[in-house]
């Protein structure tokens, strides 16, 4: 069982909209963080979130952390084919610092 | 290297077979952990290891599953007597101490036949 939804699973989009990925749980974490994964590579860290309520931006993605902290977003502004990817959302509990809980991930395709 | 470095990158076996798996951290990384991602899944958390803590070996699906890691060095992931569900991607990370940012290898594709 995956403590952290994310929804929805696939999305396709053309270049130019927007589009926002959801990371949803019942557990209250101490952080969350975002990552993106290419095909063949492990993940790279896009941002990391400690604080409920807190908002966060890279250039034209914007992440938040919900105030209860349970859930997250990641918002995606004009997007370019090169945000292609897989989106994956983790989350570390208070009482378990070394453990990331990873959801399942958004697969991410922009088209031209 | 500069970043984490796995080996090999892929490698194919058959069942029942014995593998090793290699992770080379970030250098003066305290931190190193292995995780297990299926096809098209998330990554499940294996093991970690801090410094010269004992490891937290919570997440080992089985006892086939073993890690060692030398000092605050390289790390080995073996799997004894191989399954077909234990093809997967492994993919070793490193930070610089526990709760720090953690930084991924491109992983090892393991194929059981």
């Known amino acids: 069982t995956q403590l952290l939804e994310q929804s929805p699973q696939f999305l396709s989009i053309q270049e130019g909209e927007n589009l926002t990925v959801y990371c949803n749980s019942s557990?209250?974490?101490?952080?969350l963080q975002w990552y993106r994964q290419e095909p063949g590579e492990g993940p790279v860290l896009l941002v990391t979130?400690?604080?409920?309520?807190e908002v966060k931006k890279l250039k034209r993605l914007t992440f938040q952390f919900g105030d209860a902290r349970k859930d997250s977003s990641l918002h995606i502004t004009a997007a370019q084919t090169g945000d292609t990817g897989l989106y994956l959302c983790?989350?570390?509990?208070?009482?378990?610092?070394?453990?990331?809980?990873f959801g399942a991930g958004t697969q991410v395709v922009v088209t031209p | 290297g500069a970043g984490v470095s796995q080996s090999p990158s892929n490698k194919v076996t058959e069942k029942g077979k014995d593998v090793e798996l290699r992770c080379d951290p970030i250098?003066?990384?305290?931190?190193l952990y292995w995780y297990r991602q299926r096809l098209g899944q998330g990554l499940e958390f294996l093991i970690y290891?801090?410094?010269?803590?004992?490891?937290?070996k919570s997440g080992l699906p089985s006892d086939r599953f073993s890690a060692e890691r030398t000092g605050e060095s390289v790390s080995t992931l073996t799997i004894q007597r191989t399954q077909q569900e234990d093809s997967a991607v492994y993919l070793c990370?490193?930070?610089?101490?526990?709760?720090?940012?953690?930084?991924f290898g491109d992983g090892t594709r393991l194929s059981i036949l």
């Open positions: 250098s003066g990384h305290t931190a």
């Open positions: 290891f801090q410094g010269n803590s004992a490891p937290d």
């Open positions: 557990s209250v974490f101490s952080s």
């Open positions: 990370a490193s930070s610089l101490g526990v709760g720090q940012p953690q930084h």
């Open positions: 979130v400690v604080t409920g309520g």
């Open positions: 983790a989350g570390t509990l208070f009482d378990s610092w070394g453990k990331l809980q």
